[in-house]
């Protein structure tokens, strides 16, 4: 199997404070990935950290075995829905073009091809009969699908989604998991921040069990299983915490300087 | 009046001038200011135009002479300075940035003070007319200075056209500019850089003191009227332009009086129009949409006790008095008549003398309302397992507000039910 997502030692920090310890973590392609963990566990953190949003404290990443710089194109992201201001003044099709801002390049505006797969991708996900609706008007599950149709317009190879199902009702959740089965069975990986632990084996077919470490990525049926779980979610470990809390209050960089890198 | 006359034929060549550049600058400012708008930065405006001041004052000094260039430099620089600083503090130091901003700007703001009067002591002749700067004169906008601050309003708008895509995308979403690997940090400090030289030209309008008013109310009162970001900028352009007209006129007709004050009443009487006329987010419509909301509850209601009193006897076309329906539920007599009226009108009930009686229209749709009443106090007992002796406030509110969608969603969903949790009969058509 060839990987999608390589993350190799890799450790985040706040304000000096580790919110992610020494993720090592590989993920093959076409996979439909859950990345699961309580609240504060550094699920957002670990995407970010990967699309090179956030500046690693160590580590490295590499996306389809190449630096994440040259294959940019080929990867997308999709924040958290509660990361914007909906009171922008933009359309549904406005933001769904922004997807296609990456293939534009500096300076140029969308031309009508851009629009058309703009169209496309709104049709995909249901939206067609809100195309012009200013975007504050939508309900939460119809943010969510617009949010999706501009990651979908970047016709990228490998996304990462900050929680799609947060806000969203039962049968627009149903209809975003049938669309990224259909985006994996086209050999697209997709890695997706998820909360709700009732579908987790319903939906992926791999999983990443964090809790700021790794407890456990796999397989869903051999890696999510009760022992993985009660690790996971019921295991503090309070040294732990403790240890980044005093970095965070002593000004301890997280790294000493000076040392071997990749 | 004749001065208007005179004004607006443009004839006198300065005239001209001073309107020209003055709608320059204001439209240019009003057009960057927008971008500071939509990144919620406003105060970082106010802070980078008090901060310009010690600029002017040290190009002066610097160049000797009022050289628009030598101030331009100056203030530029101290305006960037401003910035990195509170950049700095809110990063290094527990300072948030607020304060951060509030201590730069009154630091900048005293030294460019200190540093005016100084000038203003020494003597030097060429000074006169550098205290403009506080308070803006845009009757001072002729020759020279007009041609330097019109290239520079020019190569702003420009440079806001050819990067919009980019600067709209970074105000909407930052962390997914990042992710599609736009340079985030170079196209800030290219904005940022555009800010500190639209409020640089447009102190010569409007003055250090007021310039944030020209840079954000334009945007802010253009944001009541559009949902659509390409029509908010030109409508904030224009707001713009017309307040540096006027504040053209005003200092032509009355040399002593400083612009910026002017500039600043006219851009917030347009902005406080906004507020209250803007249709949709205006004050006026939502009282007005507050206002229908709650007549058609009165409507809704009256129809509702109607229809109850012809259960009762199984006869919905009886008239009622005014009095049998307060016996069910209170109202002034007077409101209830005006409701009642009002019902006549649209032609949901019939008046006979003194009695009311429901249409068949007036029946249907209180059968409707009190259809759903019953169904979602059935829905909240069933699926939400709230006691039956709480649900009824709920169901009151719902009941005006379900769409005919919903409505049908929830009559499938719970299959047609036959009677509500306090077992009255739930009325179906036909």
New interface residues.
Partial sequence: MNTALEIHDLTVAFDRKPVLWNIDLMIPQGQLVGVIGPNGAGKSTLI?AA???LPLSSGYVRMFDKPL?DV?ER???V?QRE???WD????VL??VL?GR??K?G?????RKADKDVAMDCIKKVGMEGFINR?I?QLSGGQQQRTFLA?ALA?QADLYFMDEPFAGVDAATEKAIVTLLREMTDQKKTVIVVHHDLQSVSQYFDWVVMLNTRLVAAGPTDTTFTAQNLEATYGGKLTLLTDVADLMHRENYPSREENIFKP | MNSLVEFLSFTDPNVRYVAFGSVLLTASSAIVGSFTFLNKKSLVGDAIAHAVLPGICLGFLLAGTKNPVALIAGAFITGWISLVLVEFITTKTRIKEDTAIGLILSVFFGIGILMLTVIQKSGNAAQSGLDHFLFGKAAALTGNDLVTFGIVAIVLIAIVLVLFKEFSLLAFDKDYARSIGLPVKRIELILTSLIVLAVVIGIQAVGVVLMAAILITPAAAARFWTDKISVMFLLASLFGAISGLSGAFISYTAPAMPTGPWIVIVISTIAFISFFLAPRRGVISRFVRQANIRKTINDENVLKILYQLGEENQNFTIPRLPDEIISKRFYDTQVLVSILKRLHRHGYVDKNENRWALTEEGRNRAQRIVKIHRLWELYLTTYMHIAPDHVHEDADTIEHLLTPELEERLEQQLGYPKVDPHQSNIPYNN
């Fill in positions: 970010k699309m090179g949003i710089e940019r990867i997308s992201y924040p990361s914007v201001d922008f003044p933009a359309s406005d933001v922004m801002y990456a534009l500096l300076f140029k505006r969308p200013q504050s501009r970047q």
